[in-house]
């Protein structure tokens, strides 16, 4: 016997540490969960780490309203099948309440809305600490980000306070009122993902696979023509084949062509792909070179 | 079967430490054209001749805004054969505290050294915090080989400078490589610059090092990290023990110890949610079932009967000191945690601070500063399962938190 183990149950040993680490040592974890592939894939995590036993804490979706339909029907019989319970906490009353006032025009978005909403929920439910699906080699302010990470009590993460991170032992201690966020996939690429998705036949929102689709080409990528999504008067959705590399809010997250309509034409697209995932597909991140930086600092996700 | 290697590349900019990570994953192919085409414009907005590879590891505005570097960022590339997570900590400032955070769990170490400059104090600490951490394996990538027209004499001069350090260090395994990280010789590919260097390139060196007899397979160490009860119709009497296997091989039927307790029993199964397993070894999450009802809780430690931890309150350790606010000096008070186990911690006595650039032992020094390491005597609140980190990275590691700012202060490794 050689004793080794893939890179993939490499790091899904480690994942599941860094969960069981939380559900040992906080009070009131919470997973975020959205519905895109990373949070599924931290979803199946927890099941895993768990098993046979239930997951020790809830769920908390951070609704933009902004949704695609497959992905909260998806949602919903995800939670339907583990028996855990889902909280939703929607941007939309944070709106109506008057908390945050939303843009306008055809540009208008709610992903920086969202830090408010995750905050008041955070706040709202006392959690502690909060599971989130990112992954560092996502984007170079991510990549800088320790896999617990400890906010102020407004959520804001300080690149320069960052605490030393050692071995395999996490220090999730804070005064009161910080709280922390907790990234068990940070080790994990957009590539380990999929191959994992292939290897414990995860299923997925349809989305994520080609698909024919209205979209209207802006700003260099492919918005879906949804409900939520004012279109410029000189711009005509066009019909294309196209899926998701990442699922988001519906009026930010781009498609990419594609004909990959399986788990294993989607492997063999990133494997060869050439523009990184965030990139192709989030108008959000390209604000400025640093906005994922920025909205970080506000205690974003 | 793709395996996982955990890098920590140590050196400045100035050793051409950026371009090296920068060349690795360009010509793995790990940049994208996005990425690229940003470095593009911000190489021809300095006015560079060609593509500044360094520039993809830029970091964050605050940086630039203040001057400042974050202490580790981490990068992924894959080969076929390995997936490689790369921890690039910037050299210059607060070395120690950067190297430590971004190195304590590596099985590589990268040490830069500029060829033309030989084996500076900055390239001996780096070897000297990789052999405290007991990196298994060290590789001293001697870049810059085409400014000394690729010679051989030049190479092998700091090979020998380097050698002769590291003799006085606990290196395992020491492997030298000449490079030009900016002209991509022996990074990737073989150099044709350089005939006369018949071992292979960096990037083949990380493909094929050999890490299996890295891992303790002997002293069965099993932290108990949580316990599965799930209190459900239909796993009603379900009592699993779930945690990291830090050590040895267990399997069902083993007659196994509970520490502190000291109670004996067999395991009865070794679950994971994919079904029950024959073994379980490092680094497997699974759960443990054990054929006796007894109380066992988070912080316990299984293991075999005939081979145990060292049990113990009075501690012996070296610490390196990360925090800049406070220091460690006689007396202080700490929490501490080891494996799963939280503890409180005295000082009873600074026994020696160790200079990192000479080796010297200074007997007098009676505290710890910031990136300054040292042998130190400790009491727990309570015994610790330990073992030497020699042993045993895993169990024979612990990190000391501030009580009042919670904190990580310190790195520590047991004797």
Redesign the interface.
Known sequence: ???????L??????S??VM??V??EFERPVLLFSGGKDSIVMLHLA????????LPFPLLHVDTGHNFDETIAYRDRRVATLGVQLIVASVQDDIDAGRVVEDTGPRASRNRLQTVTLLRALEQGRFDAAFGGAR??EE??R??ERVFSVRDEFGQWD??Q????????Y?G???PGAQVRVFPL??W?E??VWQYIKAEGIELPSIYFAHRRLVVPRDGALLAVTRFLPLAPDERPVERVVRFRTVGDATCTGAVESDAADVDAVIAEIAT????ER??TRIDDRMS??SM??RKREGYF | MSELLRVATAGSVDDGKSTLIGRLLYDSKAVFDDQYAAIERASRAQGADYVNLALLTDGLRAEREQGITIDVAYRYFSTPKRKFILADTPGHVQYTRNMVTGASNADLAIVLVDVRRGVLQQSRRHAFIASLLRIPHIVVAVNKMDLVDYSRDAFDAVCADFRQFATRLDVQDLTFVPISALHGDNVVQRSANMPWYDGAALLHLLENVYTASDRNLVDARFPVQYVIRPLSDRHHDYRGYAGQVAGGVFRPGDDVVVLPSGFTTQIEAIDTADGPVDEAYPPMSVTLRLRDDLDVSRGDMICRDRNRPQVGQDLDAMICWLDERAELRTGGKFMLKHTTRWARAIVRDVQYRLDVDTLHRDEDADALRLNEVGRVALRTTQPLLHDAYRRNRTTGSFILVDEATRATVAAGMLL
């Open positions: 016997m050689s004793y080794r183990l893939s890179h149950r490499t790091l899904e040993a480690e599941i540490h069981r680490e559900a040992a099941a895993k780490a768990f098993w046979p036993a239930r560092r080699d170079k302010a990549a800088k690149p320069k960052q605490r030393p991170e050692l071995w395999s032992l220090n201690r804070c005064a940070s080790n690429t590539l380990d792909s050439r523009i990184t990139g192709a070179e640093a930086e920025d």
